[in-house]
């Protein structure tokens, strides 16, 4: 865990941070007081450990640095429920009821490092147009979610979450074709609305027809047109391959 440091050394911690393409936190400091204040806010999580639970007092937001957190939160006949999953600089916490308490809970995938943010940060900033644009983007992903669980078949909600996450790997500067899945299979199940053994039936099968490589949660894109197609993405054109595969993909 990061302790109280000089500016520049300060500084410095933050551009090796995990998170590419820019970072909210260094928009956020415009003064040493700012700059001593995110040094004090910095934590590492462990593996399972919860960030903030349901109904606690909701007066921060986090960015996340590096590792993976699962959002979640418990429906009234006790089955949890999973609303999402954050990624290095994904935003989350944002979300907070009338009474500013937390309308979920986040939990940890793996080891993971965060910054958090007081909501005061916020008052009188430029840059919490950015933050905004942030978060619509990824309330824009839950409304997709929605959608997708309402039109797409098992085949077409696993091929839209694992083309939305090389979309989110890609545009941080990681790889949009290999990467590995830190969440288990039943909390994807549990994302999409999908028997947990749908779900691993269904990347048994994109395998076989050449679409993934798959090892445990090792995920490779081999045919990403493909992957698109089955997703409901529009392709300008297909090859013969795909055009075969298509008819070979059936509805669970």
């Not at 500084?11 to 204040?37: F, K, M, T, W, Y």
């Not at 699962?70 to 949890?80: A, H, N």
């Not at 942030?134 to 839209?160: C, F, P, W, Y």
């Not at 445990?216 to 045919?223: G, M």
Request: charged share 25%; proline share 2%.
């Amino acid at each position: 865990m990061l302790t109280q440091v000089q500016s520049s050394h300060f500084v410095h911690e933050c551009h090796i941070c995990e998170p590419r393409g820019g970072c909210l936190g260094l928009q956020l400091l415009d003064s040493p007081e700012a700059q001593q204040q995110l040094s004090n806010a910095k934590k590492i999580n462990r593996k399972s450990e919860h960030v903030y639970r349901e109904g606690e007092e909701a007066d921060c937001f986090y960015v996340l640095r590096s590792g993976s957190v699962k959002s979640y939160l418990v429906t009234e006949d006790g089955e949890e429920q999973v609303l999402g999953f954050y990624l290095p600089g994904d935003v989350f916490g944002m979300d907070t009821t009338e009474g500013q308490q937390r309308m979920s809970s986040a939990i940890t995938l793996e080891t993971t490092s965060l910054c958090r943010f007081p909501h005061a940060y916020l008052g009188g900033k430029a840059q919490g147009t950015n933050l905004l644009k942030i978060t619509a983007e990824q309330m824009q992903r839950d409304h997709n979610l929605v959608l997708m669980l309402a039109r797409k078949d098992a085949d077409g909600r696993i091929a839209s979450f694992l083309d939305d996450l090389a979309c989110r790997y890609r545009s941080r500067g990681y790889s949009a074709e290999a990467f590995v899945l830190t969440m288990s299979r039943q909390d994807i199940g549990c994302y999409l609305g999908l028997a947990v053994e749908t779900v691993s039936r269904t990347l048994t099968r994109f395998q076989e027809c050449g679409v993934l490589k798959v090892n445990r949660r090792e995920v490779e894109i081999l045919d990403h047109a493909t992957l698109r197609k089955i997703a409901g993405t529009r392709i300008s054109s297909a090859s013969p391959s795909c055009r075969q595969q298509e008819v070979e993909f059936k509805p669970v």
